[in-house]
């Protein structure tokens, strides 16, 4: 089976957008030729600084030959009809298409269109340049002369060459036919810049990889991590020491060098006073190094690996020694700014935060803080916190971002504020809520357990979200500027994964509303700004965001959305522990036989009610009459029996926040629901009869919204 070999061919590609592009290329021409009937065997991408490459596996030398009948107007049709007809088939005139007669719809015209396969080299000529000019880089740039004309190519640095080749291992491949903007698909290609600059001649897949590996180039991104990971730990095992591994920064190196050189530089053991964080930041946000240490220890070594894109003349000597001179001069403005930061304690810098607006419309940092403080005290007893240290703490919580090392290295905040305020002695469950009162930064970040760091870090989310809320500058598609996202999340995780039980709308939403109007914040301080919110909404509003944000959590647990939806349809349901804890026992629930038969029987009840509703214009919410359920059929007098029971002991067991009782109560009613749709006629001849059975009905649907709502639930 034939294969496609791509190569696009630039300037540096940044690291950032190499993985996302080799995704989309593979995605798209994939897309485009299944979209048109061919299939593949497999597909792969690439990237590296300098290109985009893919080879696709497997594909047919032509598509397939289409044969498709196309039913047409009824013999006798009006001409207009007829007309449309033969123009969408493709046929000149009627005498192309086949009259077929059906016994029931009479005589009418079909049209056999046949079309056959079309080469896949012609196809692939076809997508390739549409797929190159619409490429969606995150960003992109014009170039040269032709970037004055309208619809010039753009590409995310320019351009230089394309291998494009297509055909079978046995053969030569043929060149894919097309051009963009003047660049020629062709089967040359150029390996490293300054390794091997000369012009190399492609074929296939297979002479590619030979080909650039020669050429000092190694193609794929997971073999040049491989080989850098390997070979710092190599090297660093050769000075007795340790690396310190760091995926984020492996990845980025990987996407800066095409055929990596590791090299070891050191640095003055002076330096190693600054604290660990700190130097790992220089040296890694700076020169893109990695940090080294003693062996089974956390301690630094004075020494640091980089990965170079040359193999030097002189062993790597001057670009070591290059690469230690712009770390030492970052480690000394580190040291500086160290030593400058520990003698100003942390509540003498609050002052500074006063004049750093955090958005106009919700005032200065200076403001949020005193809001944040305030109800970190408000929440640190409903999380079991105290409520002095949890104040503290919060007012202490940003004071570190006017440090001098923090503005040079924003990634430390709250680190050096929890290392300040060890310095400066303060409680350790003050300094930790200070590095923690970010956290879970992310899916993946670790969740505070301290009750001081929870409580802060519960503040400040809140009120950012409430904030925002209160601003209407809320989410909106894709676009999340503020990370209010985020933010939800992580109350959702500080929440759940804590055991804490919290009322949103009153403990959250209400409290931090509250300090919006009390600390401030322009927009509560504009006349009748406060007033024209409608709080009721906007809280409301709130709650459906963290019912979604609940839902994404949930679901990558496993747990079902329509649960979600069928619990936070009941009234008052902000209490997240709850919610959740009564969506996984009405899952457990309906899991089992009684689960199963009462959701069917609820469903059966309420398509009933609904039929009948409709149809006498009137709503059966009366409580069913216990004499006239008497009168008639006993299983429906059992079912009232029933039904009555488990309502109140569902009810109860949901007030002790008992929800496996409140399953336990539901189950009982699978008999008696089960027996009277098999044995009790609801539309009895008998009016009155008649009203008491869909009354019935009614009555079950409510003792089921004890626990949820069931109309919301799937199956």
């Known amino acids: ?29 994939t897309d485009a030729l299944v979209e048109r009937g061919f299939l593949y065997e497999g597909a792969k991408a690439f990237a590296t600084p300098r290109r985009l490459a893919l080879h696709v596996a497997g594909l047919p030398a032509r598509g397939q030959d289409l044969r498709e009948e196309r039913k047409g107007p009824r013999v006798g049709a009006p001409d207009a009809a007829i007309q449309g007809f033969l123009k969408g088939a493709g046929l000149a005139s009627l005498d192309e298409a086949t009259v077929v007669t059906d016994p029931k719809k009479g ?34 740039m014009r170039w040269g002369t032709a970037s004055a004309q309208p619809g010039a190519l ?42 091997a600059p000369e012009a190399i001649e492609v074929r296939r897949f297979d002479d590619y990889v030979r080909a650039l590996e020669r050429a000092r180039v190694v193609l794929d991104v997971e073999r040049r991590k491989d080989i850098i990971l390997h070979d710092a730990r190599d090297l660093a095992f050769a000075r007795g020491l340790e690396l310190v591994e760091d995926e984020g920064l492996l990845e980025e190196v990987a996407g800066l060098v095409e055929w990596p050189v590791v090299l070891m530089g050191s640095f003055e053991e002076a330096f190693l006073d600054i604290p660990a964080e700190a130097i790992r930041a220089t040296i890694r946000a700076n020169q893109k190094c990695f940090v080294l240490r003693a062996p089974g220890t956390e301690r630094l070594a004075p020494a640091f690996v980089l990965v170079s894109n040359l193999i030097a003349s002189d062993g790597g000597l001057a670009i070591t020694a ?37 958005h106009e419309k919700l005032g200065t940092q200076g403001a949020r803080v005193e809001r944040i403080a305030a109800l970190a005290r408000e929440l640190a007893p409903l999380v079991g916190a105290d409520a002095d240290l949890a104040e503290r703490a919060a007012r202490l919580a940003k004071a570190d971002l006017v440090t001098e090392m923090v503005g040079e290295f924003p990634e430390l905040q709250g680190l050096m504020g929890r290392t300040y305020a060890a310095l400066q002695g303060e409680d350790a469950s003050v300094a930790a809520a200070i590095e923690d009162h970010y956290k879970p930064a992310g899916p993946s970040d670790r969740v505070p357990t301290d009750r001081v760091a929870v409580a802060v870090a519960l503040a400040d989310k809140l009120d950012t979200l409430v904030g925002f809320w209160s601003i209407d500058e809320k989410p909106t598609g894709s676009k999340d500027p503020f990370a209010l996202r985020r933010a939800a999340l992580g109350v959702i995780r500080l929440i759940l994964e804590n055991g804490i039980k919290l009322s949103l709308l009153r403990d959250g939403y209400q409290a931090a509303s509250d300090g919006l109007g009390n600390y401030g914040t322009p927009a509560f301080e504009a006349g009748d700004a406060s007033a024209e ?85 009137r709503a059966y919410d009366d409580a069913p009459d216990a004499a006239l359920a008497a009168r008639g059929e006993p299983e429906e007098q059992a ?42 006629t609801v539309n009895a001849e008998d009016p009155a009869l008649r009203a008491n059975r869909l009354a019935l009905l009614n009555a079950l649907r409510a003792a089921t919204r004890a626990v949820a709502d069931f109309s919301r639930i799937e199956g």
Not at 11 to 21: S, W
Not at 322 to 350: I, M
Request: net charge negative; aromatic share 8%; glycine share 4%.
């Open 322 to 358: 290059g690469n230690e001179r712009v770390v030492r001069a970052r480690l000394s403005d580190a040291k500086f700014f160290w030593e400058t930061d520990k003698a100003t304690r942390l509540e003498e810098r609050l002052p500074k935060l006063d004049s750093i607006v955090f």
């Open 1 to 29: 089976m034939p294969d496609l070999l791509l190569e696009l061919r630039s300037e540096e590609i940044p690291a950032r957008m190499q993985r996302r592009a080799a995704d989309d290329l593979r995605k798209l021409v």
């Open 154 to 195: 753009r590409w995310v640095r320019p351009l230089q060459s394309i291998v494009a080749t297509f055909g079978p291992e046995t053969e030569t491949p043929d060149v894919v036919p097309f051009a963009v903007d003047g660049i020629a698909a062709g089967t040359t290609t150029y390996g490293h810049r300054f390794l």
């Open 639 to 680: 079912l009232a029996e029933a039904l009555a029971a488990a309502r109140e002991t569902a009810s109860a067991a949901v007030a002790a926040e008992d929800f496996a009782g409140a399953m336990r109560a539901l189950s009982t009613l699978r008999a008696p629901v089960d027996a009277f749709f098999e044995r009790v």
């Open 533 to 617: 919110r409608d709080t009721d909404a906007e809280a409301q509003n709130l709650l459906a965001f963290f019912a979604d944000r609940l839902k994404v959590y949930l679901r990558d647990q496993g747990a079902r959305h329509d649960l979600i939806d069928a619990v936070f349809a009941l009234p008052g349901q902000d209490d997240l522990l709850m919610v959740v804890r009564r969506v996984e026992a009405l899952g457990a629930f309906l899991e089992t036989d009684d689960g199963r038969n009462l959701l069917a029987g609820y469903k059966r009840a309420a398509n009933i009610l609904r039929i009948e509703e409709k149809k006498d214009g």
């Open 107 to 140: 005589a009418f015209y079909v049209a056999v269109i046949e079309r056959p396969g079309r080469a896949t080299l012609d196809v692939l000529a076809e997508i390739l340049p549409q797929i190159i000019r619409s490429f969606p880089w995150p960003k992109s």
